[in-house]
């Protein structure tokens, strides 16, 4: 019997090209071509192998995708499914998992030991029935890395990808991390790999080869718990209890009939941050880049990003950088049916840093304000007290739109 099945064995799934494979499980037909979704932000969110192949990547503006590939099929994200899908995924692992940690949206851990003997299957097996499922009953495809830690347990997933299954035992560790670049272990960013290669670290072999007192001398603390995990020391516990973080937050709606009214679709708009800022303040996050746009009836989206001066999760803020680049993206010979606003870069609402000009401190002083606004919202309703500008989309509401969001929280991406 092997160290791995001694000790911890973790399981790590992940969606491959998630969000893509979601629209070719709604829509069959897309199977085998090249897609990308994003086209209601203006960049790549997320593209299908095919894509992929042509040289298309993540972030690249939809501008581009159109002129250089007009065969490429480009799709507006369709959250409330994502997240629909996500949660079936995960559904069908907790049937034979009980501790799942939901790491993102299309990925999650599993902790597998001991289960093998009452569920008399091998720690694989457990791993292939959970991935035959996903597959048949969702049509989606996954990777799966089984190994004693969860960095491990990534590298494995990552090890071979579409639809792999790999198992990494700790006394097989070597010929797995001598091949996997420093930059790509899980935990270690860009310039933390820059730093490490110019001292020689290639390798995440050559990074669990230097001795602990090297480790501690050049890196902080969470570089040596990555050391231990890459080792086969299980350091990082799962966190089975639900998420309540997101890296984005979007809110959208529709609108009957379509209208150039340029102070209706500001009213909207504000609306639509009120609402996503709310959310925020729920769980305590602040942001730091926002982006919104309009889409006409023709389904041409309009699109405006920025990043903020400041974190914040106060609409007034938001709202101000919106009046002021609106006229951007806004042409009165059109005729608008949708608005949207997402919240991008979630940050701890305790982690803002004050500026230069006093924004900062403005800016709490309208976040205590909207927290005592929820405290009363809480206690009598909703809409107790909202912006001015709101006002005109909430008379609107009362005459009928349409939901497109219900919570596009794109979970931590």
Not at 38 to 56: F, H, M, W
Not at 110 to 134: F, Q, S
Not at 227 to 248: A, F, M, Q, T
Not at 376 to 398: I, P
């Amino acid at each position: 019997m092997s160290d791995l099945f001694k000790n911890k064995v973790i399981l790590h799934i992940d969606g491959d090209a998630f969000f893509v494979a979601v629209e070719v499980a709604k829509n069959p037909k897309l199977k085998g071509l090249p897609v990308v979704t994003g086209e209601e932000r203006g960049i790549v969110s997320a593209l299908s192998y095919e894509a992929k192949a042509l040289g298309i990547t993540r972030g690249m503006p939809i501008f581009r995708v159109k002129k250089n590939y007009p065969k490429v099929i480009i799709l507006p994200g369709d959250y409330k499914s994502y997240v629909k899908y996500s949660g079936m995924m995960f559904d069908i692992v907790r049937r034979y998992i009980d501790d799942v940690e939901e790491y993102s949206i299309d990925e999650c851990f599993g902790d597998l030991t001991g289960l093998d003997k009452p569920l008399k299957m091998t720690y694989k097996e457990i791993a292939e029935r959970i991935k035959l499922e996903v597959n048949k009953e969702l049509a989606l495809s996954v990777s799966i890395g089984v190994a004693p830690t969860k960095v491990l347990a990534k590298v494995a997933s990552k090890w071979v990808k579409p639809n792999g299954l790999t198992v990494i035992e700790k006394d097989d560790t070597k010929c797995y991390l001598e091949k996997t670049p420093v930059q790509k272990i899980w935990g270690i960013g860009p310039r933390t790999a820059e730093f490490l290669n110019k001292r020689g670290v290639m390798t995440a072999q050559d990074f669990i080869e230097k001795d602990v007192t090297w480790i501690r001398q050049n890196l902080s603390k969470p570089y040596e718990i990555l050391w231990l995990e890459l080792r086969g020391n299980y350091c990082i516990e799962l966190d089975p209890k639900p998420k309540s973080v997101y890296s984005s937050i979007q809110k959208t709606r529709s609108f009957h009939p379509a209208t150039n009214d340029k102070i209706f679709l500001l009213s909207q708009l504000s609306k639509h941050i009120e609402e996503a800022c709310l959310k925020a303040r729920h769980f305590g996050l602040t942001a730091k880049k926002i982006s919104f746009f309009l889409k006409t009836r023709d389904f041409q989206f309009k699109t405006y990003s920025a990043t903020l001066p400041f974190p914040t999760n106060a609409p007034e803020a938001i709202l101000k950088l919106a009046k002021q680049k609106f006229d951007e993206i806004y042409d009165n010979r059109l005729l608008f049916r949708t608005t949207g606003i997402t919240l991008h870069d979630l940050v701890s609402d305790d982690l803002g840093q004050a500026d230069l000009f006093g924004n900062t401190s403005q800016s709490q002083k309208f976040e205590i304000i909207h927290k005592q606004i929820d405290t009363l919202e809480e206690k009598f309703g909703k809409r107790v007290l909202y912006l001015a500008s709101t006002h005109k989309a909430l008379k609107r509401d009362m005459i009928g739109t349409e939901s497109e969001d219900l919570d596009r929280n794109l979970l931590f991406l």
